[in-house]
């Protein structure tokens, strides 16, 4: 199956990154090359840098990148604006998805979608087709239209949010989607229904990157690749069956690991 | 004392409250608590005349044996002084103050000069155990190194030989005049200065003594150090003036108490605090002010207009002001912080307390002119009887003050509905990248917290004192900790009995 | 004092009537604006005086609607125009105040004033003839939407007043549009007075051409169990002042404002507001917001004023500021006086900008910057203008004007 997957191109390649912000150094030469239809989870401590790696890689402008480089189907994407890596196709799943107060989440939803769909040349939506869409898509995770008429995320619980995400990214057919502890704060049933949203929507072009501290998001989308962060780097990749050593035995190794180096 | 049970009623939507004749009994009966301060110690002092004019000045600078630089650093102010008007922007209502009335210098008589604090007249020890605040070398506290300060001159000042250990100046100011010129011709006005506002010119022309400060270059000093000012003469005014220097990557804290007898008459208490913190320094400045409040009818007590300032002048220095204030019939106090350095800290953390007819008109200004800069306002006022209890503040952010965030949070509690709470801020911003927040609210005392704490046991008054306690809990937390006993102890004391 | 001056020398003002005469000598018998109130008051001097700098106008020439009327009943005035209204229907009436009515009621508002706090309307009074003063009783049930326009006119100073009578269980929905013209000034100061039971949903939008300067002021008197609701705007002003001074004579009543100034280039728009609670469970909600832009300076002073009478009062006043460039500046001085002890009060205020997490989720999801903004404020606007009783047609026209720049 890998062998196949090498024949495409990589989507995404994150070479040698460092990365800091208020000059506080936290990636430290992370390298991570994804493939079309490749799922890969990164584990670690709270402070390892997993969710920095993320907001980097979307754009977050409090980070600057001191070092390496990061590529998107090919093509050096560092100074790209955050909406420009959005529209061409890389999806941030937020940990905590931010509440904006006053904007409707079906407007914020339209916008992005019809910015999407600018880019890929396809014809923007009306409001009339829009809405069409958008049941259809509430479907997969499971959302009462309702929740288009509020302000986005505002007065949503935890599991909302986090569906409120999926749904975007279902909306917006990424080719890359980093999901930020998507699993966190779910309880069983709402990380069965947000799992399998993100099995639906990902395909054989899509890479996934899942960024968890625990195993139960993994025992509901295998993952081919699992990587240990610690200190701002990747110290160990392996398959999935990594990610239940690394529940058995707890994070302390990876502080022991670091100790030895 | 007071009323261990209260009645509480049930209206017909069910809501409890309390009788009303009870709330007023228990009102008049915290008033009643007397000033433990208030005895006078017969001393023979050293007055000079009523009265002030250039050649009062030149006399009380002659006195103190002071340089060249010194005498026109006050007659400069003296001049500045003339030309300005009292402010009255505040609205508090007092007698106009007679400026010639007053003595401003006063002195106990003692011996010239005093190797060892067993030769300080033993009235004067004496006094200074009374208010707790024991200065021999059997009793003094022996974790905190005292400065006292009697009237117009600093009487003693513990553990010298030990901070001097470390480095640490810590002395009246009268003696670092004579002995650390350098430092006070190079700071001295440099925060407040002369002209800054009309009790500031007047202490910079007639100030007598005050506390002297100096944490040299990367010294943590080993104790907290501590002023405690006690007023005795009824017709002299009192007109400290302290000085505190962190240099490069040191820290101090510093506390501040001050008492004064009963008198029916009013004494202005003017002082002027200078703070300058250098890179990585840190100041803390924490204040226990019981100045003698006046009486039920609002008559003596202490006029309290004070200027306390703080420079955070180098990159990372801190500077943190916490005040309790219970006494003085008037209040005029506004500790603020000049955040001039990168990343520099100020901090304000006020509890004002007023019954009867006492004026208090404190809150900070945070001045933020360097980039990064942070700014915490807490301030918790409770007004009970007649008195009016202001919260006034002012927050700007610079053009330079990029990043700069201020936070903002001022709760009043009123006790009885004859006191008055007001509340002042001033917001001013020209720099967009930077955020200010401000909150403020008013409350009482619910009937339904006090009936579910009596409920499960607790008596009125130790409810009453919880809850006031609690609405300071903010403000004691940033308290070291002897004094945060003391100031819990002082509110439930004024308090007693006071809220219904 | 140079404005006196100004008031003075203005020569247009020919056969004052009685009113007129008495505000003139009330302004000219003590210098007002005093420079103490003006500098609580932050006001630019040259630009404040700018206001006077134009030669007082009484005609009021024709102007071009804004907008066309939506609806058939809506009913629609103008002031200073010959606006002669007496409607007596089945339900409800409207009818101008009689002269007398008027001048009575006039009197008796100056009698009240404090010189220092209503020289505008001092001012406003002094400077309207009797024909740019609209005054009128509302009284009945179902009464349509009422529309009243205040304009300027080019280089003049214009002065208009209106005064309604609201009459008890009577609810209204009012929208006063004040429209500033090229290099002018426009004073408009309203007067209204809410009887028992009575409502007022009033929308207040005011807008500027290049060089627009506006004196607007707004007396509300609230009896017991009366509401009333502000939703205001103003925008594109060389200078305004807005003052709101709300009484609930006799506590019983509610009272909800939501104000908003956008500022741009080199303008200055301030709000004053003062609620007096004079009675017990008095209720206010009060948000007002501001955005300023380019070198342009925003001011809000609000003071809340409880005294023991007013137990059990219920009051908000929240100051909301958006400071988008470096050489802009916003003051705000949100104040509290309480002696009632029994109250719920509160107020706050955040100056900020545009808040940056949020931004960049949008933008995560591909919108732009430019975009985004965009929704933000447009959010940031929403929730003042969904408060302005105003239908949908107007509503694109504001869309419109708020997205002009």
Redesign the interface.
Known sequence: MQSKMKESYPILEVDNLFASTDNLPILKGVSLTVYPGEIHAIMGRNGCGKSTLSKIIAGHPSYNITNGEIKFSGENINSLEPEERAQSGIFLGFQYPIEIPGVSNLEFLRVSTNARRKFLNKEELDTFDFEELVKEKLELVKMDQAFLSRSVNQGFSGGEKKRNEILQMALLEPKIAILDETDSGLDIDALRIVASGIKKISNAQTGIILITHYQRLLDEIEPNYVHVMADGQIIKTGGSDLAVELEKKGYEWTDNFLQQT | MGVSFVKVYKDNCNRLFLDNMVKENLVKDVVKEPYKYGFITDIETEKIAKGLNEDIIRLISQKKEEPKYLLDFRLKAFKKWQKMEEPDWAGLGYKKIDYQDIIYYSAPKQKEKISSLDEVDPKLLETFDKLGIPLTEQKKLTNVAVDAVFDSVSIATTFREELAGHGVIFCSISEAVKTHSDLIEKYLGTVVPASDNYFAALNSAVFSDGSFVYIPKGVKCPMDLSSYFRINSGDSGQFERTLIIAEESSSVSYLEGCTAPMFDTNTLHAAVVELIALDDASIKYSTVQNWYAGDEEGVGGIFNFVTKRGKCLGKRSKISWSQVETGSAITWKYPSCLLLGEESVGEFYSVALTNNLQQADTGTKMIHIGPKTKSTIVSKGISAGNSINSYRGLVK?G?KATGSRNYSQCD?M???????????????????????????????ISEDQLFYLQSRGIEFEEAISMMVSGFCRDVFNQLPMEFAAEADKLLSLKLEGSVG | MEIIEKIKNNKLIDNPTEIQKICLHKLQSSPLPNPKSELWRLSNKSKFSNVLDYSVNQKGPKFDMPYPKNSQSTIRLTIGEECHIKLIKENYSIQQLSEDELDKYINKQISCFDQNENWSDLLNLSLSCAKNILGLKINGSKIPPIEIFSHASSNSLNAKTLVIFLEKNCNIELLQVNLGKDKSSLSQSTFLSLKENSSVNHGVVSYGEEGSNLLNSINVIQQKNSEYNLGSLHFKFNYARFEIRIKQSVGNAKTNIKGMQITKKDEQISTYTKIDFNGPNGFLDQINKSLADDKSHAIFAGSIIVPKIAQKTDASQLSRNLLLSNLAQIDTKPQLEIIADDVKCKHGATISQLNEEELFYMRTRGITLAEASKLQLSSYFKEIISFIPVSKDRWDLLDKLLNEN
């Not at chain 2, 006790?415 to 927040?437: H, L, R, V």
């Open positions: 952010m053009t009043s009123l006790i009885g509905d004859q006191a008055s709470a007001n509340t002042f801020p001033y917001i001013k911003s020209q720099q967009p990248n930077s955020d200010i927040e401000h909150e403020a609210s008013t409350c009482r």
